[in-house]
């Protein structure tokens, strides 16, 4: 049953990711925005948080570890996209857009990490 869970739950963080990429996308196509991939960045950032928390929880035992597998790995797993992270910065990268890659690349590494620090502090006090 888990992993009938896991497979739901991982197609569900993919068509979210989907819907608020192609979302932010629009919007931003509509203001004029620049070509920056805010999307995979806000869903990066957000699902790292995510993660923290959860994992926070776990460690605290307010979530069992069949629920850590289904949202974490299985939600999250399908909502984040490390991939796509990556080839988007090649992609500023081969445009010479060397700020924009340096920040998207490194920022998002750098960010992500402390926001699963941030998410994983709050779960575990929780």
């Not at 929880?57 to 629920?67: M, N, W």
């Not at 920040?103 to 620090?117: D, I, K, N, R």
Request: charged content about 10%; proline content about 2%; aromatic content about 6%.
């Amino acid at each position: 049953m888990t992993v009938l869970l896991l497979a739901l739950a991982g197609g569900l963080g993919a068509v979210a990711r989907f819907v608020l990429d192609g979302t932010v996308t629009a919007a931003r196509a509509r203001r004029g925005g620049a070509a920056h991939p805010v999307g995979t960045t806000l869903i990066n950032l957000s699902g790292s948080f995510l993660l923290g928390l959860l994992a926070g929880l776990a460690a605290g035992q307010v979530l069992d570890a069949p629920g850590l597998l289904v949202l974490g790995t299985g939600f999250l797993g399908g909502y984040t996209t490390f991939s796509t992270a990556a080839y988007e910065t090649v992609r500023l990268a081969e445009g010479r857009r060397w700020a924009a890659a340096l920040v998207h690349g490194l920022g998002q590494a750098v960010v992500a990490t402390a926001l699963a620090a941030l998410g994983y502090l709050l779960g575990a006090a929780a």
